[in-house]
């Protein structure tokens, strides 16, 4: 009997990275997301383009399970309980229950995106084959409708009880400014898929293939008519021929200063408000929609915000105002305004404890070891200079990825090491900018 039990073969548990499989369904349903909603509609089978949310749900409970239970992280804790708080507030805010629902709903990514807290990107082998199809066919789609009148343009649906069109546009000329939209059905997200899956894709690429597929996409990205994403694109391009010039040894900590810095953008649009608030916006120019989010997108919700509720100026306005829950769902959708800034659309709805947060992401950054999160945040950093990007969802769930390392059990444990380092600070080395786990994406510390 014991030759047989030896003999057995061993079972193996299934595993499913959840958060993986959330991700690549919410990629492919935002980047074709024209032709999903189209489809889905004239077959009468609208209910599949809530999968990926119900996916979600999923990442909610193991967020809740991995970044709070087992990594013991107060900071996940507290984030937690400030998105419900805030879900409550903006209820309160916008006063009806279908706009709750949505702010619930825009919310769910981030969960998705936490739950990278302690992995890698690039382990993920099948969603990096997902990531690198997409930038393919989002390619290809913006040149498809170059040529071809997709019948998703202007194809109106319904969700949550307000009807939206697909293929509506921020700022439109007229007729002397086409603008191809691909298979997102919205010019900017065709934008976004393109810059974001030829990021991700790039890392592993030669760099003969980064500057051959890269200037397809500027190009492709120029035909969208999104210049705050061909900016970044070709500042990506230059840093990642740069980086690639240097010493082996040299390209980690570079990757990780550009990451740090790119920080900086936060700041911009208060500088361009100093700079050139009150300038006067003249129609069809190249500077029209920057001097519009100057005067308007950045400025007017604050205005709003002090008469509706000043409190607000402080602890935000809750989930969903000034968002698209506030357009589509509430009372006071005469007030909204396109914020066009995901700092600024942020802690309109969180307040000053969102500023704590981001505090927490940008030291952890000095830490974190992943080349796929440290890239991602200088992407997103410049990319979200003139863009809210939390619609769609895959937009929000990219920038809570690239956060995510702030909740990691090796980050949780190197934060109660600095508390005993406090008290008994020979016994317990701190953490620092130069110290462990500055290594290519490794976790192991350097020898001393």
């Not at 807290?117 to 199809?133: N, T």
């Not at 990021?199 to 990205?221: D, E, H, N, V």
Request: glycine share 8%.
């Amino acid at each position: 009997m014991s030759e047989l039990a030896h003999q057995r073969p061993q079972v193996t548990p299934i595993s499913l990275n959840i958060e993986a499989i959330a991700l690549g369904v919410y990629l492919v349903r935002d980047a074709f997301g024209g032709v999903i909603r189209y489809y889905t509609s004239i077959l009468h089978v609208d209910a599949l383009w809530y999968v990926p949310d119900g996916i979600a749900l999923l990442c909610f409970v193991q967020f809740i399970a991995y970044c709070i239970i087992r990594n013991r992280s107060s900071l996940a804790l507290l984030v937690l309980l400030q998105v419900m708080l805030s879900l409550v507030l903006g209820y309160i805010m916008l006063g009806t229950g279908n706009a709750a629902m949505s702010s619930f709903k825009m919310m769910l990514p981030i969960f998705v995106g936490f739950c990278f807290c302690d992995s890698s990107l690039g382990s993920y082998r099948k969603l990096l084959s997902v990531v690198a199809a997409t930038f393919y066919l989002s390619v290809i789609g913006v040149f498809l409708t170059k040529f071809y009148l997709m019948p998703w343009v202007g194809f109106k649906y319904e969700s949550f009880g307000a009807v939206r069109e697909a293929g509506r546009l921020w700022w439109a000329y007229g007729g002397d400014d086409q603008r191809l939209m691909g298979f997102a059905a919205d010019n900017t997200m065709a934008a976004f898929f393109i810059l974001v899956s030829f990021t991700i894709t790039s890392i592993r690429k030669s760099t003969t293939w980064c500057i051959l597929f890269g200037a397809i996409a500027i190009y492709a990205i120029r035909l969208t008519t999104s210049k705050t994403t061909m900016i970044v694109l070709v500042l990506y391009l230059l840093l990642l021929v740069f980086v690639r010039m240097l010493p082996e040894r040299s390209r980690f900590p570079a990757i990780r200063t550009i990451a740090l810095w790119s920080f900086a953008a936060i700041l911009v649009p208060f500088f361009m408000i100093v700079v050139a608030s009150g300038t006067v916006a003249v129609p069809h120019s190249t500077m029209f929609s920057i001097i519009d989010r100057i005067n308007n997108s950045w400025q007017l919700p604050f205005v709003y915000l002090s008469q509706l509720m000043p409190i607000g100026l402080i602890t935000g306005c809750g989930a969903g105002c000034f968002n698209y829950p506030q357009k589509l769902f509430s009372p006071l959708a005469s007030f909204w305004v396109p914020v066009d800034n995901f700092y600024i659309g942020t802690y309109l709805m969180f307040g000053l404890p969102f500023v704590a947060f981001m505090v927490m992401v940008f030291r952890s950054t000095f830490a974190a070891t992943d080349v796929y999160k440290l890239t991602l945040i200088f992407v997103v950093n410049l990319f979200t200079i003139t863009v809210l990007n939390y619609g769609p969802a895959s937009g929000l769930l990219i920038i809570a990825l690239s956060f995510s390392s702030v909740f990691s059990q090796r980050l949780a444990g190197a934060r109660a090491a600095n508390a005993v380092a406090t008290v008994r600070p020979r016994q317990v080395p701190a953490l620092g900018v130069g110290g462990a786990l500055d290594t290519f994406g490794g976790d192991r510390p350097r020898p001393a």
